[in-house]
T-cell receptor, first 114, second 114 residues
Framework: SAVISQKPSRDICQRGTSLTIQCQVD?????MFWYRQQPGQSLTLIAT?????????ESGFVIDKFPISRPNLTFSTLTVSNMSPEDSSIYLC???????????FGPGTRLTVT | AQSVSQHNHHVILSEAASLELGCNYS??????LFWYVQYPGQHLQLLLK??????LVKGIKGFEAEFIKSKFSFNLRKPSVQWSDTAEYFC????????????FGSGTQLTVLP
């Protein structure tokens, strides 16, 4: 299994600003993903972070709002841009090394936008 | 597109009671199935997974799940719950042969009373 860390663990941000969340995996992984978990709800996939190319976004999520980088096989960042209170959520990074290995999740970043 | 239904939003049990949490999925192809657990204040952990073979899979902490293909179900069971099992439980699915993104159910909050 992979060990995943995220920074920051939580932040309180003002409307209109941006926050970049970092995700570090302790081993090289094939796939990395970013999810959002809004209060009291389940997880929703934002995008797949592709190494060396543009991320693949799910319906309802766009690159201008959630730019993602993945410069190598162990690291990715998600930026939440021009934040509004509706962006208040937990943002989770996950990674998968093999088809049968399952996905492993980071501890999440709890974002509050005021 | 895949979808996952968890019918019980909140389950309350006394210690030593038996547990069964329902999970049904909708997908036109063959799937991989997962149960994740999120203990209070902790991050998502993989409880167990099914890829192929024996439809009864055993996971950590005494949990097991049975894949019933004809019912599109993957119910989670534990014969005797403990107070420490209080957590939120998520069922998830992705397309077999893929390490790609997971589709999550809405989650079931389990409260075990001492």
């Amino acid at each position: 299994s992979a060990v995943i860390s995220q920074k920051p663990s939580r932040d309180i941000c003002q409307r209109g600003t941006s926050l970049t969340i970092q995700c570090q995996v302790d081993s090289q992984v094939t796939m990395m993903f970013w999810y959002r978990q809004q209060p009291g709800q389940s997880l929703t996939l934002i995008a797949t972070a592709n190494q060396g190319s543009e991320a693949t976004y799910e319906s309802g999520f766009v690159i201008d709002k959630f730019p993602i980088s993945r410069p190598n096989l162990t690291f990715s960042t998600l930026t939440v841009s021009n934040m509004s209170p509706e962006d208040s959520s937990i943002y989770l990074c996950s990674a998968s090394g093999t088809v049968k290995g399952g996905q492993y999740f980071g501890p999440g970043t709890r974002l509050t936008v005021t | 597109a895949q979808s996952v239904s968890q019918h019980n939003h909140h389950v309350i049990l006394s210690e030593a009671a038996s547990l069964e949490l329902g999970c049904n999925y909708s997908y036109g192809g063959t799937v991989n199935l997962f149960w994740y657990v999120q203990y209070p204040g902790q991050h998502l952990q993989l409880l167990l997974k099914y890829f192929s073979g024996d439809p009864l899979v055993k996971g950590i902490k005494g949990f097991e799940a049975e894949f019933i293909k004809s019912k599109f179900s993957f119910n989670l069971r534990k014969p005797s719950v403990q107070w420490s099992d209080t957590a939120e439980y998520f069922c998830a699915v992705n397309a077999q042969g893929s390490a790609r993104q997971l589709t999550f159910g809405s989650g079931t909050q389990l409260t075990v009373l001492p």
